[in-house]
């Protein structure tokens, strides 16, 4: 990008105005000419593509082993309130799940209700 005064191509950033280092003009950067904002991270699906939230209800949609329980969370099983995360791997799900407690689940396993 040019300087509009001198088109000088030698300038920086200063907050949210580009200032010319030869001559010393100040501008605010139109759009495509600012640098790109961080775009917002794409939202977390379930098994059938729909998009979660924080408070959700959602339905485990096969039987899932659980480390160092005997038992497994059968399909059909209730979560409800769910926490989205950037947990471990690929789980991204924090929850309560009734007789199990506190874990962590995989969205790809579960389904929105």
């Not at 001198?6 to 759009?31: K, L, M, P």
């Not at 059968?74 to 009734?98: A, F, M, P, Q, S």
Request: aromatic share 4%; with cysteine; glycine share 8%.
């Amino acid at each position: 990008m040019h300087c509009p005064e001198c088109s000088s191509e030698h300038n920086y950033q200063r907050d949210e105005f580009t200032v010319c280092s030869i001559c010393g003009h100040e501008w605010i950067a139109v759009s495509g000419e600012a640098p790109a904002e961080a775009e917002a991270p794409a939202p977390i699906r379930d098994s059938v593509g729909n998009a979660l939230a924080d408070g959700d209800t959602v339905t485990v949609v096969k039987d899932l082993k659980v480390k160092g329980s005997a038992t497994a969370i059968k399909v059909g099983t209730k979560v409800r309130n769910i926490r989205l995360v950037d947990g471990v791997g690929d789980h991204d799900i924090d929850c309560k799940v009734d007789g199990f407690g506190p874990m962590q689940l995989k969205s790809s396993v579960v389904k929105k209700v």
